[in-house]
């Protein structure tokens, strides 16, 4: 059985990859814009890849989508540990 990630500040599950500066070939991105009435201004979550034949990333960064910290190296851990055989 896998065992989700965890993220060490918060205990959340839910984390987030951020990809800066990727190359990522036939991808499909969206983009979520929502209305702020008291700025009076749409906001948005910025672009999100759907789906993509690859991505070439080095500047990949993890960040925990509950405390919103940086979470890289454990993510990292993580999948290390996923990879490594499944009991
Ligand atoms: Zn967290």
Not at 28 to 36: R, V, Y
Not at 38 to 55: F, K, P, Q
Request: glycine letters at 10%.
């Amino acid at each position: 059985m896998s065992q989700p990630f965890t993220c060490p500040h918060c205990g959340s599950h839910d984390y987030s990859i951020v990809l800066t500066g990727c190359d990522v070939a036939g991808a499909t991105l969206q983009e979520d814009f929502a209305w702020d009435p008291e700025r009076g201004e749409y906001s948005s979550g910025g672009t999100a890849i759907l789906s993509s034949e690859s991505v070439e990333n080095e500047a990949g960064r993890a960040v925990c989508q509950e405390c919103e910290k940086d979470v890289s190296e454990a993510v990292a851990a993580y999948e290390e540990q996923q990879g490594s055989g499944c009991a």
